[in-house]
């Protein structure tokens, strides 16, 4: 693939997740009803997740019919040029009306991240970045912040309830005794493009699905920080542990949460 049909896909993907912002955006404030279900607990998917998906997925089927789609709603396969999507990641604040939530859209080609797009209605900001070509914010250059010391950081630590409790707990001790805030947004995309902008220092959660990492882990690299391998030693459909940061407090949260 070349750089300018990377340049194509990034282009379009943006204006994908403005659109699929848009709809989702309309079922937000409630212009178009839609109902909620519970997969598990604190684990919610609405009829606007699924509408979302469904609308990145035509657009993606009828502007590129040869690559892949795996999504959260209703799955797909993993191929050489693939798109890994989110239609409403922080799904618990969406259908509890709380404005952080955004739709995430990653490609990849051979497994290797090359576009990440991370798109919040609510504030009408588009973060997007390629491998090798920065990241931005709209229009305007994003870096990871310089923060050096945990008792300068304010960093994320994601939990829902399929992750070990004790294992959370402990971790967010350790972050709280070396001087660190600690906050959980509920939406893991939102918060790793955050740590791209530097807002946050760093996300950290032991597992998430690709659609949620993928397209945020890039731009948190493009952006100049550090991540942890994803997903390890799981294949990439099984997702894997995240560490998301700037480069001054990586090695220190990675003992953290590793050790």
Not at 174 to 203: I, N, P, Q, S, W
Not at 204 to 217: R, S, V
Request: proline letters at 4%; hydrophobic letters at 45%; glycine letters at 10%.
């Amino acid at each position: 693939m070349t750089p300018e049909d990377i340049r194509a896909r990034a282009e379009f993907g943006k204006r994908l997740a403005r659109e699929a912002g848009a709809l989702a955006w309309r079922y937000f404030r409630h212009e178009i009803v839609f109902t909620t279900e519970a997969k598990g607990p604190q684990d919610f998917v609405s009829v606007a997740d699924h509408a979302v998906e469904a609308l990145i997925r035509s657009r993606l089927a009828a502007a590129y019919p040869h690559d892949t789609m795996l999504g959260e709603e209703a799955g797909g396969k993993l191929g050489a040029h693939g798109w890994f999507v989110d239609p409403i990641d922080g799904t618990i604040n969406f259908v509890h009306g709380v404005r952080y939530w955004c739709v995430s859209i990653a490609f990849l080609v051979d497994g290797i991240r090359q576009i990440g797009i991370i798109y919040d209605p609510s504030q009408d900001e588009l973060f997007w970045g390629t491998r090798g070509g920065g990241a931005y914010c709209n229009d305007t250059p994003i870096h990871v912040s310089n923060c050096s010391e945990l008792d300068q950081a304010m960093v994320c630590a994601g939990h829902i309830p399929r992750h070990s409790l004790d294992a959370h707990l402990q971790l967010k001790r350790k972050l709280h005794e070396a001087g660190t805030a600690v906050k959980d947004m509920g939406a893991g995309a939102l918060m790793l493009a955050h740590v791209a902008a530097g807002r946050f220092d760093a996300y950290l959660e032991p597992h998430m699905h690709p659609w949620d990492a993928l397209a945020g882990l890039l731009l948190v690299e493009a952006a100049g920080g550090r991540t942890h391998s994803y997903p390890g030693a799981n294949d990439l459909a099984s997702g894997g542990t995240v560490i998301a940061s700037a480069p001054g407090i990586y090695d220190a949260l990675e003992r953290a949460m590793l050790e």
